[in-house]
């Protein structure tokens, strides 16, 4: 059964950074496109930022961009997500999430094929 599984997540002051990673896949990683996304108690998992099979191609929800930067390592087969000054709304749990294709499909959970169990960040104020 493939897994992802992420890592990094945490309790920081508002203004803080945080860098999560997710690996998986095994030699599926290189191949396909991966997001980030998130949820919070009573709302729908929303995306956060998606990223092409070999890194060129990065896409960012309008209102994170600027402060949240997805990145790959195929090498290693880990994708980072780097947040720089967290508000505490940026509480959440952090999902990764693998594509069936090289590019990012339509930022929607659905079109994503592969998930890990999630990582809580929490901001506090």
């Known amino acids: 059964q493939v897994q992802l599984l992420e890592s990094g997540g945490g309790l920081v002051q508002a203004g803080a950074s945080l860098r999560l990673s997710c690996g998986g896949l095994?030699?599926?990683?290189?191949?396909?496109?991966m997001g980030w996304f998130r949820q919070t108690p009573g709302k729908e998992r929303e995306f956060v930022a998606a990223?092409?099979?070999?890194?060129?191609?990065?896409y960012y929800a309008d209102s994170l961009k600027g402060r949240f930067t997805i990145s790959r390592d195929n090498v290693k087969n880990t994708l980072d997500l780097q947040m720089i000054s967290l508000k505490p709304e940026d509480t959440a749990v952090y999902y990764c999430?693998?594509?069936?294709?090289?590019?990012?499909?339509?930022?929607?959970?659905?079109?994503?094929?592969?998930w890990g169990q999630g990582t809580q960040v929490t901001v506090s104020s």
């Open positions: 999430a693998a594509a069936l294709r090289a590019e990012p499909p339509p930022p929607a959970p659905i079109n994503y094929y592969y």
């Open positions: 095994g030699r599926s990683f290189g191949l396909v496109a």
């Open positions: 990223i092409n099979w070999n890194g060129d191609k990065v």
